[in-house]
Each structure stands twice: as C-alpha cells, then as structure tokens.
C-alpha cells in the first residue's frame, strides 16, 4: 500500500494521540537496520531519535534479533508467579554493571512502570509518601509517574496525588532564580527545599530525578548538584531514585550517568534501550531496601513482568555494551557531533546554547542571544525541513529545544549528512 492508503486507514483506526501531537501525517515507517528507518514508500531516513529512544543500540541488531529467535523457539512467556532461567541470568548480569549497594533487580515492561515501581518502593521502606520531582522533569505517563513528570503532559487529567511536589530544576541557561553557577551555591536546591519543608507532613518519602533532563530539553545539573541533592535527601531520611531511562547503559559515555560524581542512588530504573528495543525495564536496589519492603508487603508485577523473551534480549544488550566498548563509542559519537553542533552555533545566531553529551545532545533556539527569548516556532520550521530531507529528531519546550540522540551505529558521514541537512534547515529559517 501507498502512505496515503495507510494514512487513510489511520484515520479510521489508530487512535491518534503520541507524544508530540495528535495530528495525522506521515511518514509511515515500515522497517529499520542500524541508524537508518524506511518509510512504506521506501525513503529513508537518518533516524536521530533512536525510535523512541529504545533503538540506541540500532534498529534490528543481529544481536538482539538472535537472542528473540531464541527465545521463540524454546520460551516466549513464563507465569509470574515462579522465576523463569532468563531473569535470574538477567538480575545477575545487571548486578555485575551496577556499583554495591545496588544488587537485587524487580524487572517490569516500561520505564513508567520501572518509577512508579520504584516509588511504591520507596513509600513501603520509609513509611513516608510524598515524592518530589524536578520542574524539567519526564517520568512517564501512568498514573503516577505522570504526576511526578512536570516538563508536560500534566494539565486536565485533575487533582494530583496528595504528597507529589515539584522542585526547581538547575537548568543554568535559563536560572529559575536568576543565578549564575557556581556562585549561587545550588540557590536552586536552598529554595526547593525551604519550600518542602514547608510543605511536608513529616512523610518524606523520595526525590525522583534524572541525572540528565533529556525530555525536559537536554538539561544536564552543573557538577555536584546530585551530591548535594543526596546529602538533603539523606538529612531528611528521604531515598534518592535515579531514573536512567534515557540516560544509562553507555549512552552518555559511561555505564551510568550518576558516575560523573561518584554518587550511588538508592534506587536506580532502567528501560528504554535495555531490550535492544524489546519493551523491558528494570528497579535496581540494595538488599536491606527490598528485605523491608517486602517484609512491609510490596507488591507490583504484571502479566508480562519478567517474560523470558524480554529478558533475553536485555541479556544480549547488556553483552553488546560490554563487548564492543559502547561507552567509548558514546564518547566517540558525542565528540563528533559536538563539533558539529558548535560549528552550528558559531555561524548562527538562532543557536543560544549546545548542551548534552555522549548520544543525548542539543540546542536550543531564541531569537535574541542577549534576551534568550525562545523561538519555538523556529524548531518547528528546522524539524519539518529536516524531516522533508530525511533527519529524525525531537523537538522539546515547545519546539524551541532540537534532541538528538543518534544511535551507537551511527558513523562519521551519516553524522556529516545530518549537520548538512540541519545546516540547511537553519538557513532557510534564519535567511
């Protein structure tokens, strides 16, 4: 079939929200390998958001496509009830990438389900159930992860959850208390927390927190920030959850991003291209938070929890990492395309700040440098001229924010034709 039958069939059919919209349009895509999709029309594109973040690894990796064969032929799904030979492999496996404390592994579907497992934990251990959360922050889309997710998605779906609160996000570029780092001494993390204290009923449970914003707009904390974050949380007898979805397994240039200051969360989520780009995610937490957890009765799981098929694959992903040195290759990656990027920005105006490392990187967009007034508008021009040319990428804040997060297969030219195709893209909107 044509796109267009396709389309018209959507139309019909598909419900239409997605993340970023809930308008029809194309391309419609068809197949994938390496960093490169195809639409049903044949075209491809430089795939620059890794799918949904899930195929950082590369579409279709031999690898993982091999670990799914396997799986078919001798075990697809398992009753949650037992332990299945897959997830025990996996829970050792992961134990043996995560620094001690961290060794037991609760495996779920989504990185939705990995926080709000990971929060339901946190309020069994402590005895506590307010849960506070980033103003940049992306948690996911259930119920409870969506409350504690403030960059969007969060108007007309009601009341919050009693004990959810927003703290100030260190997002320097743009200071929501109008300081300059490292003077302000974390003025962010002073005033987030004298409010609260405030606000608190004496039932701190956990600060929920990505080590890098990357839904947010690819907002990385200044050095020690997350140090300073646990040393509150530990004061106040609060467990600090790192959601690495987007952020761990080699992606931003070491196995996990919270090693840039040496910390160790209490709890750590894992998903998106854990599976290779099978749905499976990850709670990762010590051995004396889970022995009074489940002493105090937790209980999360699913239908499909731990399925031998999703296991597997994160089994072939984890091997993958390791045996072919991702974190180099995100480092690799990251130093090519920044070059790029500040080339970019030196040439154009419209380009106020380069941010990110490793495959998660961007820039945001204004209009006058000096005023850093956000020019949405303008992303949205570059991303449908990108999209026109074949380049993948996401827009955040509203457009004003261009992520890119390209795949570790991603070489030298195909980055050199996505800088020329984004070169273009700002010239025809800057003139």
């Not at 890794?50 to 195929?55: F, N």
């Amino acid at each position: 079939m044509k796109e267009a039958e396709f389309l018209h069939l959507a139309g019909q059919y598909c419900f239409r929200t997605r993340l970023d919209g809930s308008e029809i349009h194309g391309p419609v895509l068809a197949r994938g390998e390496g960093s490169v999709v195809y639409d049903v029309e044949g075209k491809a594109y430089l795939d620059f958001n890794s799918g949904q973040m899930c195929a950082t690894l590369g579409h279709n990796h031999p690898r993982i496509v091999a670990a799914i064969q396997e799986s078919c032929r001798t075990l697809i799904h398992a009753n949650s009830t037992l332990f299945n030979a897959p997830e025990i492999l996996l829970a050792q496996r992961l134990a043996s990438i995560v620094p001690r404390p961290l060794l037991k592994s609760l495996f779920l579907l989504s990185g939705s389900d990995a926080n709000e497992a990971a929060i339901g934990l946190a309020k069994k251990y402590t005895g506590g159930f307010e849960v506070i959360s980033p103003h940049t922050s992306f948690h996911g889309l259930s119920d409870m992860a969506r409350m504690v997710t403030y960059a969007g998605w969060h108007k007309g779906y009601g009341p919050g959850i009693p004990g959810t609160y927003a703290m100030l996000a260190p997002y320097c570029y743009r200071c929501p208390v109008q300081h300059t780092f490292p003077t302000c001494q974390f003025a962010c993390l002073e005033a987030s927390f004298e409010l609260i204290d405030a606000q608190s009923t004496g039932a701190l449970a956990a600060v929920i927190t990505e080590p890098l914003f990357s839904a947010g707009g690819v907002i990385e904390p200044p050095e020690g920030w997350l140090t300073e974050l646990q040393r509150r949380c530990k004061e106040r007898g609060m467990l600090l959850i790192l959601d690495e979805a987007q952020t761990g397994l080699a992606k931003l240039g070491t196995m996990w991003a919270f090693e840039r200051e040496g910390i160790i969360p209490d709890i750590l989520t894992i998903s998106k291209h854990f599976g290779g780009g099978v749905t499976i995610s990850a709670v990762v937490t010590t051995a004396a938070i889970e022995e009074r957890a489940v002493e105090r009765g937790f209980t999360l799981t699913h239908s499909h929890a731990a399925d031998p098929l999703g296991c597997s694959a994160a089994l072939a992903s984890i091997a993958l990492i390791q045996e072919e040195d991702l974190t180099r290759q995100a480092e690799r990656i990251g130093r090519y395309w920044r070059h790029h990027l500040d080339e970019l920005a030196q040439r154009y105006e419209l380009i106020g700040d380069v941010r990110g490392r490793g495959l998660i990187q961007g820039i945001e967009l204004v209009w006058d440098r000096e005023k850093k007034t956000p020019a949405p508008e303008a992303g949205r021009q570059i991303a449908r001229h990108a999209l026109e040319h074949g380049l993948l990428f996401s827009l955040r804040r509203g457009g004003s924010v261009l992520r890119f997060v390209p795949p570790f297969t991603t070489t030298e030219a195909q980055m050199d034709q996505a800088a020329t195709i984004l070169r273009q893209a700002l010239e025809t909107v800057q003139g």
